[in-house]
């Protein structure tokens, strides 16, 4: 079976030069921009709403990206929305939350429903973001659940950067060597 599969009639659309690794699953309504990497046992399911990822972000290998369902009480329920130059680390749990750009979201963290990460963020490996938390941009965040910890210096606000080109390399590699040997 194939990485990516439609639910319900509707399929991921993939924009140009993206990768997604065969071992990943793409379902749904998903939305994948330019240059963007979908790594090893990554699970993506859009069905009961949608995930969209910017363009140059990357989800790396055992990641789960999910959304919450529309309700009465909450009418457009959570989906999930990832912008551009997003660096997604190693299991990493993203559910119906929204991650702005140039963001780098470290191991293993979990971001809950209705949690805002805005732009230029680092969020420390093994962090717990709340439901409904807002993330300020410019700032270091760690914990369970996470805080505040300090203003981002500027050497690392431009590895958020430096990260999705990396990502972006890694992903033209990938699309160019990568063979399968069955």
Known sequence: ?????????????????VYIDDSAVVVGDITIGKDSSIWPQVAARGDVNHIIIGERSNVQDGS????????????????????DEVTVGHKVMLHG???????????????????????D??????SLVPPGKVLESGYLYLGNPVKKARPLKEAERAFLKKSADNYVNNKNDYINEVKDLN
Do not use: Q
């Open 64 to 83: 789960v990206l999910h959304v919450t369902h529309k309700n009465a009480a909450n009418p457009e329920g959570y989906p999930l929305i990832i912008g």
């Open 1 to 17: 079976m194939s990485s990516l599969r439609s639910y319900k009639g509707i399929a991921p659309t993939i924009a140009e030069n």
């Open 97 to 119: 939350c929204t991650i702005k750009n140039r963001v780098l979201i470290g191991m293993s963290t979990t971001i809950l429903d209705g949690a805002i990460v805005e732009d």
């Open 121 to 126: 963020v680092f969020i420390g490996a093994g």
